[in-house]
């Protein structure tokens, strides 16, 4: 039996984390890919049960504070050549060793603002609606005392009935079907 249309998929609720890494590690195993796990606290096992490897914030971050050097070199290197050329004490025109401190200003700068708004953008948020917030348990649980598994509709293996009686072989304290 396929996914209902406005099925987003099955949230498993557990007591212990134990009990979530566990389902986890065996919903990956049978071939689901399309999940995600919610816990009141950051739960590493459960990221690496569920396949979540890469974190592309950091490399994101390195390119902003390239750039916010490159920026503010090539800006005090117009301003100093080109567009406003001042022969102070017969200094060169391009002396770089003044613009080195301008520069790792920007590079942090830049860093700091491409940390934040790439970590806004990877994690989709601001994010005002979603459909777990369907879920009376989820909203009760999610962020105080309960662990949950949800297996997303999207995922190729995701069969309503079948899916159904997979999360119910890890004895949870609830199944539930969650609509858009």
Known sequence: MAAREGTYGLLAEFETPT????????????????????????????????GFHQNEVPL??????????????????WIS???YPLNIAGRPYFSWPAF??????????????SAAFCMLAVCGLPQVYHPLF???NFRSGATSD???LCLESSDPKFEVGETRSFL????????VEVEY
């Open 19 to 50: 009990q979530l890494v566990h389902a986890a590690e065996n919903a990956y195993a049978a071939g689901y890919r399309r999940m995600d796990c919610y816990t009141p606290y950051p739960l590493e096992e459960a990221a690496e049960a569920i």
């Open 60 to 77: 994101l971050t390195l390119i902003g504070g390239l750039l916010g050097l490159g920026a503010m070199f090539l800006l005090e290197t």
């Open 81 to 83: 050549v080109w567009s």
């Open 100 to 113: 080195i401190v301008p520069a790792y200003e920007w590079t942090i700068l830049w860093s700091g603002l």
């Open 134 to 136: 369907n879920a009376p």
């Open 146 to 148: 309960k662990f949950f």
């Open 168 to 175: 119910e072989g890890f004895a949870p304290v609830s199944v």
